[in-house]
Structures are given as C-alpha cells and as structure tokens.
RNA sequence: GCGGUAGUGGCGAAGUGGUUAACGCACCGGUUUGUGGAUCCGGCACGCGUGGGUUCGAUUCCCACCUACCGCCCCA
C-alpha cells in the first residue's frame, strides 16, 4: 500500500457517510426549532484568532495547533474547534448589529484539527457539530443551550447521559478564586505531580482538573471556586439550577471542573456518556459554556455568548456501542437484467425511465448472465427486477418479478415507460 | 511529545530461516446454453506494513520508518 491516509485522519465511506447524514440532519431539524441557523466559516483562520481567544497558555494554542506559514507568509491554523471563527465572522459581519435580532443563535458542523496523538474516538482531523448564542446574559439562554445539547443525544438515542455543571464565575470571581487556590497549593508545591507544578503558574485552575491520584487528594481538599463566586455570579448559577430544575433535567455539580480554553466564564457544562463498551470512565460527548467577554477580545462590543461543541466520532462511537439506531442505505427498487447485447439500449432507457419517475434503480454493466444479475439484485435487496431478453425485446414486453414472493407477469413495454409508478404499486401490494 | 502492544489476500485468521503461504467468510465462475436467496465443484496473496541489513536463502532474525490501538498529556 503505497498511500494512506494521514495520520489521525479517516475516511468516512458510504456506510458510515448514512449516519453522518443522519446525525447532522437530525441536529439541524432540533437546531431549526431553537431558532439556532447554519454558519459556515472557513476551515483555516489567521493563528491569532485561536491564540487570542484560546489563551497563549492554553495546551491547544501551545501544542496541538495544525499551524504554517502560507506562501504570502501568512500565519495559517487549521481550526481546532468552532468558537473562535464563528465569533470572528460575528464580529466581522457585525451580526451585533441593531438590526439582527437578540440573541444571534448559530450552529456549525464541519472539521477541526488538533495535532495529537490519535487514539479511538480522538482524531487529528475530528468533526464538530457545535452551537453559539450571542446577545444575551440570560439564564434561560444557558439552560436552553443545555437542553438543546441533552435532547439532540437523547433524539439520537443516546442513553445514561450525565450532565455535569460547574461555574467560573466572572471576572473578579475568578481572580479571588485564583489567588486562594495559589495559596492553597503553594505550601504542597513539592507533592504537586510535575505537570501540576507547571499549571500551578500558568494556569492554577487546570491543577484541579488532573488525573493524578496524590494531586486529586490534595485538590479534594482545595477551596472551592463555589465559596468565592459574587453576588451576581452566585445569582446567575443559582438561577441555571433553578431553570434546569424547572425543566427535570437531572445534573451534578462539579466545582473543580474547568475548560482547557481560557475564554469560559459563568456556566459551564459537560453532557457525559457512560458506556462500558467505550471502557471505563465516562465520555464527554458534548461541552460547553459562556464566553461573556471573547467577542471583546476579538474586537467586538462587548457581547455576551454561550455554546456547546460536540464531538462527531464520538457520538458516533457511543451510538454503535449503545446500539442507538441508524439508518442503513436504502434499498433498491427496481433492478433491470438484460440478456444479449442487442437489449443494452432499451435497458438503458429503461432504468433512466423508471429514476425518472422517481425510483432507484440500477442495471448490469459487466456483461453477465442471468443468474448473476438476479444474484446481484437480490444483494442489492431490489424489490423489483425486470428481465428483458430477445424474446421480449420483439415483442415489446418485459418479465416483472416481485423478489420477495418470486412471483413473475409479462407486462408490455409500453405500461413500463407510461406509468411506471402506477406499475409498482400494483406489484408490490401484492 | 513520552511509554506499551500490534501490522499476513476484501475481512477474520494459521504458519515456518529454505519446495506450490493453511483454513473460514466474502467475492467470482461452473453445476442449471435466459432467473436470486440451498448443495456441490472450482478460482481468488509473483506476496506476508515500508525501506534497509544479516544470511547461500527471510514473511519468519536485526535496525529504522510508517500506521493503528492502549496508557500519559490533553480533549470533542
């Protein structure tokens, strides 16, 4: 095999493709009745869109970014993940504009890049259907945009989905909360794992989120981001719980969870899937949160904004291991066999005929015989295969087989190109 | 970026330093000179991830690389 793909790439081939559709529709149709409409941004932005946005510190911007320079010397990254492009394209097409109504609901699907090392359900080029809200600090925004995320992975059949809410509060919130935590973790900086200790600086609040068993015992112990909200950030959270309460939407709280990119604030939220299948642990599908504040640092007025992303493969994944229905490709309904070459025009015209009317249809294109065109249709599941050879060609007739029964008429030529679709029915009702 | 496991036909899977690389499934063909889903018969890797090396000889030994998978990091 001389070319493959590039590493952490994959194709997508027309088995799989049915369920892509299939989700990506199924989440526009919920989308549409959010009132959230499509956007489409480009797949490369200038770096500093992501580096702006994400945070200089953050791993994304720091290792993961697909990046180069063009060559007009232009700094290129390969979107890794939807926010960033899609406030840009909100600022540069002044969608804040009076005349745009509040708020500006969007949604996006297409793919991302992220240099890393690929594992199942984690891909250098991933695809993300993902959703942002702009224009408004409301609760009710936070909580729909939860709801929304819930019901499409519910709607795509999705089962034992945990979501898990935690806050960041606002500006002065976190800086309270950050100098605590410092001075929380600075007298065990020696227990400190060895990437903790570098988080410890760049980013205290990602200590909380480490996997290392001596760091999570002494982040058990930690303050927690809850006790320093202000009043207003209290209040905003308060109100979520309330509202997703409202709706029965069953959550937890996960004080010490926090978001790899630096421009989350308030609300922030993970839907979380448990499946054995997908081994142990639980799978963030979905995640999200609000971003008052981002469209700011990418030149806008201030805006508030709210959103989720969720991962494609994943969901995919999950849905195969819950076995979650999906759709397969539809079966044919017409297969034309024709036998001898001097019938190679009138099958022709035959299958282009009956698509025409509106049926699939397909026909033998490697001269073979009779018995491995039937077998073909049978493969193909064809509901209908009509046979023309010699005989039928002169006198203008052709044999109609109904494969599920086996039962098979002579119909004339003429009924096949008049009405098809009145001779299919007729048949098949049988 | 680090550590580990793996890589044989379309798929699954045996195998050995040395004649024609098992087998199963799928596919194709025949049994039925014009009719499917059954049986039986036959066909189907000039090649064992790629490139080097060792050797009289390598799919089998060594090295490098590539890719996949698992763990770490991080995340969707």
């Known amino acids: ?50 580096s702006r946005s994400a945070g200089d510190t953050s791993d ?128 065990h900086f020696d227990e400190l794992s060895e990437d903790s200790k570098v988080r410890l600086h760049k980013n205290p609040l990602r200590v909380l989120d480490s996997k290392d068993k001596d760091d999570q015992k002494l982040v058990a112990d930690a303050p927690s981001i809850l006790d320093y909200l202000t009043p207003e950030s ?74 989720f992303g969720l991962g494609v493969e994943r969901l995919l994944l999950l849905m195969q291991a819950q076995k979650a229905p999906l759709p397969t490709i539809s079966p044919l309904d017409v297969y034309v066999v024709g036998i001898g070459d001097e019938t190679k025009s009138e099958t022709l015209k035959i299958v282009e005929t009956i698509r025409n009317n509106g049926f699939s249809t397909d026909q033998d294109y490697l001269d073979r015989k009779p018995k491995s065109q039937f077998k073909t249709a049978d493969r193909l599941n064809a509901k209908i295969v009509i046979t023309l050879g010699n005989d039928e060609l002169a006198q203008k007739v052709v044999n109609l087989k109904v494969m599920a029964t086996g039962d098979e008429q002579q119909v004339k030529l003429e009924d096949v190109y008049d009405n098809f679709p009145k001779l299919f029915g007729k048949f098949l009702k049988k």
């Not at 080029?125 to 993902?130: C, K, N, R, S």
């Not at 642990?281 to 990418?298: H, I, K, M, P």
């Open 60 to 187: 994304i911007v720091t290792k993961e970014m697909y990046d180069f320079h063009d060559k007009g010397d232009r700094h290129i990254t390969l979107r890794p993940e939807g926010t960033a492009g899609v406030v840009r394209a909100f600022v540069e097409n002044k969608l804040y504009g009076p005349e745009h109504i509040k708020p500006v609901k969007l949604y996006y699907t297409g793919p991302m890049f992220r240099y890393e090392r690929p594992q199942s359900g984690r891909l250098r080029e991933f695809h993300q259907i993902g959703v942002e809200a702009f224009g408004s600090e409301s609760p009710n925004l936070d909580v729909e945009v939860i709801s929304m995320g819930m019901h499409l992975l519910k709607k795509l059949g999705i089962h034992n989905l945990k979501l898990v809410i935690n806050t960041l509060g606002d500006q002065a919130t976190r800086k309270a909360y950050r100098s605590a935590l410092i001075a929380y973790l600075e007298p």
């Open 234 to 307: 209290a209040s905003h959270f308060e109100t979520v719980k309330n509202l997703l309460e409202t709706l029965q939407i069953d959550y937890q709280v996960d004080a010490s969870m926090v978001r790899g990119l630096d421009y989350y604030n308030h609300t922030i939220f993970e839907i979380m899937a448990n499946d054995k299948a997908l081994g142990k642990g639980d799978v963030t599908v979905c995640a999200g949160g609000r971003y008052n504040g981002l469209v700011e640092e990418l030149g806008g007025p201030e805006t508030p904004g709210i959103g």
């Open 1 to 50: 095999m001389k070319y493959q793909r590039p590493k952490g790439t994959a194709d997508i081939l027309p088995d799989e493709a049915v369920a892509w559709n299939y989700i990506e529709s199924t989440a526009k149709k919920l989308f549409d009745n959010y009132r959230f409409h499509e956007i489409r941004t480009p797949i490369f932005e200038n770096f500093e869109v992501f």
